[in-house]
């Protein structure tokens, strides 16, 4: 299925990724000959958490991607031209239901109150934080690193425009032989003390899993409906539940692509998974009717491990900070 | 919503597909590191994430400006909405076959644009006891808890357990002072009684409320209790009191943990 709204428009193998310029090489060469001093912004408690665990901090790297959302994310009025020469009859499933044979026209109604997935806004995201992350990567192992720890994936709109984005990702390369992963260096969103911690229950971060996803939900026909009487739902509680639907696909999915990941890591499980959501007002206009709609746009990043699945967890001890915490005192 | 463990009734065609994944294998977390390994070593494994919400269109109900009244239409809402979505979450739990679900975060937000929509959000790590020991609310779902994984485990440690997060909600009408009752408070130093009696009550009934939802569980206390008063974009002489805490039952006799060493840090 494609087209400019339900596309599954990927990247061709070629385009990626850009060239890490030569001045970063040669230095990034030096650091892994060992001919330079590392280089962190860890603390002094993170890098003694990490020494603690035999782990070498190496030097800074970083990988970034700015990125033209194909689809205009100002542009999503157009969804109802589209729609009436037939774009929007797409059912989930990829399916076009077309035209109905007894009536003539389009089947389009049934179109509202189920939940679309916006793959192109999707996969502007998830291709724009690849193609940084494919860039750490490389840096990495410029700088003959096993791990990136500290990893942070920052994302931001880009000069002001709303249809371009940049994410941009930055960490610590390390020496660890046993973080390495398979296929490169493993990417950790932790910070040195909780590297230390987790390793130290007998865990192990394997990779940084991470996803987009989008979905538009729109009231079905039958709540606008009730919504227009004078004595119908406009006054009462009720759910949405068509919104309630987009947002859960949307999160399912994150979770899902997340999932897939970490299951290619040859990771036990995520932790630490945090959610960002953007949520926007989309109404889609009808020649009769006006249906209120959303678009959910959802971020999630969490940490892949892997270790043994029981009994590693170290012993814990209750302490009492004899410290007064922030103020429990009187200013004199 | 009556409830059935073996519903998934508004839990989507995808969650069932993940669902079903996490039941073979490769969990999916939000905690922390630490709270992770707290929660391994409180004898529980995480099962994965479970999540639930409810998008809620709210009624509209008349309120008289000069009277203090609760506004029974939107207590409704704010009720029946975080109900739809807690147990939307809990149904999840029960497909992984967990004993509950723990750092439960139950959030409201509202858009800018929509004044009559709010939407309920339940998110937490679905966890069951390695020995298969059943910790179970006594009404048969799993429990619920919003604290930690650390509060968790030290809760576990001065032998209690979790049962749910009980929760007491009251939208109130705070009612707009009178011509009369102006004109004699002119230039007085004097207690504006009316609205104090309002937030009084507001909050008496959030209390108690909350309070009977841990008696239907059985509960010996709450723990964590929050209280938060917010008006949810209602205007200045609405709010809602919401009170929020983890029912918590004995598992033994012994409640006394383990003195904690006393420790000075030095980072300071």
Known sequence: MSGPFFGDDQPEPDERPAAIPDHARERLAGVAAGRVPFTSTLSANAFAALRGADIQPLCQVMGSSVYHVGWQITGWGRLNALRNQGYGTYRPDGSRPGIDRTTGLPLRLSWYGTPQELRTLGAAYNDARDRALARLSQEARLAGADAVVDVEVVQHPFGGRRDVIEFRAMGTAVRAPGLRGDAGPAFVNLTGQDVGVLLRGGQRPVGLVTATSAYLGTASLDTVIELRSLTGKRWRNFEYAEFADAWAYARNRALMHMRAQASDLGADGIIGIRWTQETREQDIEDSDYRFPGLIYVVHAIGTAIAGPAADGTPDVYTVMPMADRPGTQEAS | ?268
Request: net charge negative.
């Open chain 2, 1 to 268: 919503m009556s409830y059935d463990p073996n519903s998934l009734e508004g839990v989507p065609d995808d969650a069932r597909t993940r669902l079903a994944q996490n039941r073979a294998g490769l969990f999916t977390s939000d905690l922390s590191v630490r709270e992770f390994l707290l929660v391994k070593q409180a004898g529980f494994e995480p099962l994965g994430l479970v999540v639930g919400s409810s998008i809620y269109h709210i009624g509209f109900q008349f309120s008289n400006p000069m009277e203090n009244a609760e506004m029974t239409v939107l207590t409704q809402a704010m009720y029946h909405a975080r109900e739809l979505a807690m147990t939307r979450m809990e149904q999840e739990a029960d497909s992984l076959g967990a004993d509950g679900i723990v750092a439960v975060r139950l959030d409201v937000g509202r858009y800018e644009w929509g004044d009559d929509l709010a939407e309920f959000i339940a998110i937490g790590t679905a966890v069951k006891h390695r020995e298969g020991q059943l910790h179970r609310a006594p009404n048969g779902r799993p429990f619920t808890s919003d604290l930690s994984g650390q509060d968790f485990w030290t809760l576990l440690a001065a032998g209690y357990r979790p049962v749910g997060m009980v929760m007491g909600s009251c939208v109130y009408h705070v009612a707009h002072q009178g011509l009369g009752s102006f004109m004699r408070k002119v230039g007085r130093n004097v207690e504006m009684e009316n609205y104090t009696q309002a937030l009084y009550d507001a909050r008496e009934l959030a209390m108690e409320r909350m309070q009977s939802e841990a008696q239907e569980v059985e509960a010996e206390g709450v723990v964590g209790v929050q209280l938060h008063e917010r008006s949810h974009g209602w205007g200045s002489h609405m709010i809602e009191f919401f009170a929020i805490g983890t029912a918590v039952i004995p598992i033994s006799d012994e409640h006394t943990i383990a003195s904690p060493t006393l420790v000075l840090p030095m980072d300071g």
